[in-house]
């Protein structure tokens, strides 16, 4: 988990130009101290760890290492840096130019540090650390192989950094350098290898600059304990002047051009005043200086219009509110223009700086919102795509089941969820999909009709009940159909069974009215079976013959799915015994009923008479 943590950004305070590295806080409660302390400071991708010199920002998280992180471009989406390690090891160079500058002020001497990249080594692999007396070229990786020879630059290796055992005879030993964490800082420690012995550490304050070079205590034992000097001695011992100060001359003249070429006025104009306080060069180096300082001198003044010109610029970017311009403006006036602003300078930018944090937040509130859309739109999607699957499932079940094994409130409550489930799935549901809907619709429409018994009967048009035909062709007969008939339940069991009531006890069964017969026998019989009913409920507790209190009734089902029922016989129907109501009154209205119905049909009044038998 260490490790995990130690995979975090590093930034430069302030201006890009600060070679100094600052760490952020791992932790979300050291993070708030952090911002607190650096309330007034921005950060930037530091150049000189291979960023894009951009502003960054710092991101608080519980869950997770705090880091640093670069603001969205203008059109959103994530700045793409170049920069791709992320390690704290990756800012070593800036840890080594530190400590280097450090521990030579604590002894008074003057130094150069100098990040070189010879043979194309990405920056930061050697560090060139010049002084008068000589210099250390310290090797933090293996991208350039050490040269031992070279006068000015003695090797300091790496511990990645191989060294074969000829040259620990020959050398007597060799230097190394290691970089230790100290929670976000890193400390400087060289050790001191020699043949067949171990490396010995120790802190750069117990190092000393002498006249062989960089020495250790482990040197000084070393030296001590060996009768002969190394066969190959620093080339630092007792230099002349003129030769020292020819190649000092030499290492301002490429720092001065250096500096020229990434824009920094700053380090031009300190170069320019260190060459003018060098003395004991002449000829065609002094000549070659005077030409440089002169060049640089003109350069200055150019760059001070550019300057100008700059801020100009970034002030009408700020005015027309041109957020990518500003940002970029803003970079490049931050990389090369931070020090000594004047007070027109320092409102430009803080203007810019507002302008661009402002952007930043409305960008953040809007892509949160368009996140929210997103997944507003996702979650719509999947209920859409779980609503075809349900259409597809419900159509594929009404389609394998039988009819006659579907009960009305069955195909109602299944026709009902296919149209929620369609309305939801929206742009999934095929043309062919809709017309197969609309066909159940239509007959789950047609198969409604009084499956509820608080809604009404209402008779059927005349000529449309098979069990109607004798009656449309008489006068007067949809009347009669409307008033005379008799009202029954039917349904299906799970067996698919036909069943017919005379009251509603199943919630599926489908209301039908069948209408009374019309042919003599069977209405003269009906009326004489009703007359004696009546008589017998009106005498006081006498019952209803059993044998007179039920009708036969025919029931089918049509080829649309629905249920019929009749009175006369049917082919392929199924007969059931209805019981009549008990009641006196349903009685009465049922015997009213078959009176209207003998009288349309001139039908004469023929009391049933008890059979005598023999």
Same mark, same amino acid.
């Given at each position: 988990?260490?490790?995990d943590?130690?995979?975090?950004?590093?930034?430069?305070?302030?201006?890009?130009?600060?070679?100094e590295?600052?760490?952020?806080?791992?932790?979300?409660?050291?993070?708030?101290?952090? &911002?607190?302390?650096?309330?007034?400071?921005?950060?930037?991708?530091?150049?000189?760890?291979g960023?894009?010199?951009?502003?960054?920002?710092?991101?608080?998280?519980?869950?997770?290492?705090?880091?640093?992180?670069?603001?969205?471009?203008?059109?959103?989406?994530?700045?793409?840096?170049? #920069?791709?390690?992320?390690?704290?090891?990756?800012?070593?160079?800036?840890?080594?130019?530190?400590?280097?500058?450090?521990?030579?002020?604590?002894?008074?001497?003057?130094?150069?540090?100098?990040?070189?990249?010879?043979?194309?080594?990405?920056i930061?692999?050697?560090?060139?650390?010049?002084?008068?007396?000589?210099?250390?070229?310290?090797?933090?990786?293996?991208?350039?192989?050490?040269?031992?020879?070279?006068?000015g630059?003695?090797?300091?290796?790496?511990?990645?950094?191989?060294?074969?055992?000829?040259t620990?005879?020959?050398?007597?030993?060799v230097? #190394?350098?290691?970089?230790?964490?100290?929670?976000?800082?890193?400390?400087?420690?060289?050790?001191?290898?020699?043949?067949?012995?171990?490396?010995?550490?120790?802190?750069?304050?117990?190092?000393?600059?002498?006249?062989?070079?960089?020495?250790?205590?482990?040197?000084?034992?070393?030296?001590?304990?060996?009768?002969?000097?190394?066969?190959?001695?620093?080339?630092?011992?007792?230099?002349?002047?003129?030769?020292?100060?020819?190649?000092?001359?030499?290492?301002?003249?490429?720092?001065?051009?250096?500096?020229?070429?990434?824009?920094?006025?700053?380090?031009?104009?300190?170069v320019?005043?260190?060459?003018?306080?060098?003395?004991?060069?002449?000829?065609?180096?002094?000549?070659?200086?005077?030409?440089?300082?002169?060049?640089?001198?003109?350069?200055?003044?150019?760059?001070?219009?550019?300057?100008?010109?700059?801020?100009?610029?970034?002030?009408?970017?700020?005015?027309?509110?041109?957020?990518?311009?500003?940002?970029?403006?803003?970079?490049?006036?931050?990389?090369?223009?931070?020090?000594?602003?004047?007070?027109?300078?320092?409102?430009?930018?803080?203007?810019?700086?507002?302008?661009?944090?402002?952007?930043?937040?409305?960008?953040?509130?809007?892509?949160?919102?368009?996140?929210?859309?997103?997944?507003?739109?996702?979650?719509?999607?999947?209920?859409?795509?779980?609503?075809?699957?349900?259409?597809?499932?419900?159509?594929r079940?009404?389609?394998?089941?039988?009819?006659?094994?579907?009960?009305?409130?069955?195909?109602?409550?299944?026709?009902?969820?296919?149209?929620?489930?369609?309305?939801?799935?929206?742009?999934?549901?095929t043309?062919?999909?809709?017309?197969?809907?609309?066909?159940?619709?239509? #007959?789950?429409?047609?198969?409604?009709?009084?499956?509820?018994?608080?809604?009404?009967?209402?008779?059927r048009?005349?000529?449309?009940?098979?069990?109607?035909?004798?009656?449309?062709?008489?006068?007067?007969a949809?009347?009669?159909?409307?008033?005379?008939?008799?009202?029954?339940w039917?349904?299906?069991?799970?067996?698919?069974?036909?069943?017919?009531?005379?009251?509603?006890?199943?919630?599926?069964?489908?209301?039908?009215?069948?209408?009374?017969?019309?042919?003599?026998?069977?209405?003269? &019989?009906?009326?004489?079976?009703?007359?004696?009913?009546?008589?017998?409920?009106?005498?006081?507790?006498a019952?209803?013959?059993?044998? &007179?209190a039920c009708?036969?009734?025919?029931?089918?089902?049509?080829?649309?799915?629905?249920?019929?029922?009749?009175?006369?016989?049917?082919?392929?129907?199924?007969?059931?015994?209805?019981?009549?109501?008990?009641?006196?009154?349903?009685?009465?209205?049922?015997?009213?009923?078959?009176?209207?119905?003998?009288?349309?049909?001139?039908?004469?009044?023929?009391? &049933?008479?008890?059979?005598?038998?023999?």
């Amino acid at each position: 988990m260490q490790g995990d943590k130690r995979q975090i950004q590093t930034a430069v305070l302030g201006d890009a130009e600060s070679e100094e590295p600052l760490m952020l806080p791992l932790e979300a409660i050291e993070l708030d101290a952090f &911002r607190r302390r650096h309330e007034h400071d921005t950060f930037w991708c530091g150049l000189l760890l291979g960023g894009c010199g951009l502003q960054l920002t710092t991101k608080l998280y519980t869950d997770r290492v705090c880091h640093f992180a670069h603001h969205p471009g203008p059109d959103g989406h994530p700045h793409l840096c170049g #920069r791709r390690a992320r390690g704290i090891s990756s800012a070593d160079h800036l840890y080594v130019k530190s400590a280097a500058a450090a521990w030579l002020r604590s002894r008074d001497l003057q130094a150069d540090v100098e990040f070189v990249q010879p043979e194309g080594a990405p920056i930061g692999s050697v560090v060139d650390i010049h002084f008068p007396r000589g210099g250390l070229r310290v090797h933090l990786d293996q991208a350039v192989a050490p040269t031992w020879d070279q006068v000015g630059h003695e090797p300091v290796l790496g511990v990645s950094v191989p060294v074969d055992r000829d040259t620990l005879i020959d050398r007597w030993y060799v230097h #190394r350098i290691r970089l230790d964490s100290d929670g976000t800082a890193r400390k400087v420690r060289i050790g001191t290898e020699a043949f067949a012995r171990e490396t010995e550490w120790f802190a750069l304050d117990d190092c000393e600059m002498t006249e062989r070079g960089l020495s250790t205590p482990a040197v000084e034992q070393i030296v001590r304990s060996r009768s002969t000097r190394p066969v190959t001695q620093w080339g630092v011992a007792k230099a002349k002047k003129a030769p020292d100060a020819r190649a000092r001359a030499q290492v301002l003249l490429r720092k001065l051009a250096k500096a020229v070429r990434v824009e920094s006025t700053l380090v031009v104009a300190q170069v320019c005043r260190e060459i003018a306080d060098l003395a004991g060069v002449e000829g065609e180096i002094q000549a070659e200086l005077a030409a440089a300082v002169s060049d640089a001198e003109n350069w200055l003044e150019g760059q001070a219009d550019v300057r100008r010109e700059l801020f100009a610029r970034l002030e009408e970017a700020v005015t027309a509110r041109n957020a990518q311009q500003v940002r970029e403006l803003l970079a490049r006036a931050n990389a090369t223009a931070a020090h000594d602003r004047t007070e027109d300078e320092d409102r430009i930018a803080g203007a810019a700086a507002d302008f661009v944090a402002a952007q930043t937040r409305a960008q953040e509130a809007a892509d949160a919102e368009r996140a929210v859309e997103q997944a507003e739109e996702k979650m719509a999607e999947l209920t859409s795509r779980a609503a075809f699957s349900t259409v597809r499932r419900v159509l594929r079940d009404l389609r394998s089941r039988p009819r006659r094994h579907m009960s009305h409130a069955t195909l109602h409550s299944q026709v009902q969820l296919l149209v929620e489930e369609a309305a939801k799935a929206g742009k999934h549901i095929t043309e062919s999909q809709r017309q197969e809907i609309n066909r159940w619709v239509e #007959r789950a429409e047609r198969a409604q009709a009084g499956v509820f018994p608080q809604t009404a009967p209402t008779a059927r048009p005349a000529g449309k009940d098979p069990a109607s035909t004798k009656l449309s062709a008489t006068p007067g007969a949809a009347t009669a159909e409307q008033s005379n008939t008799i009202t029954v339940w039917v349904w299906k069991d799970h067996y698919g069974g036909l069943h017919a009531a005379d009251t509603q006890t199943h919630p599926e069964a489908s209301v039908r009215h069948v209408p009374l017969p019309t042919e003599a026998g069977p209405l003269q &019989r009906l009326y004489g079976n009703l007359t004696r009913m009546i008589a017998e409920r009106e005498a006081s507790d006498a019952p209803v013959h059993t044998g &007179r209190a039920c009708l036969s009734v025919r029931v089918w089902e049509e080829h649309s799915g629905e249920l019929a029922a009749t009175l006369a016989r049917r082919k392929g129907s199924t007969p059931v015994t209805l019981a009549l109501p008990a009641e006196l009154e349903p009685l009465r209205e049922l015997h009213d009923k078959v009176v209207a119905q003998m009288k349309a049909h001139k039908v004469t009044r023929k009391a &049933r008479t008890k059979r005598k038998n023999g």
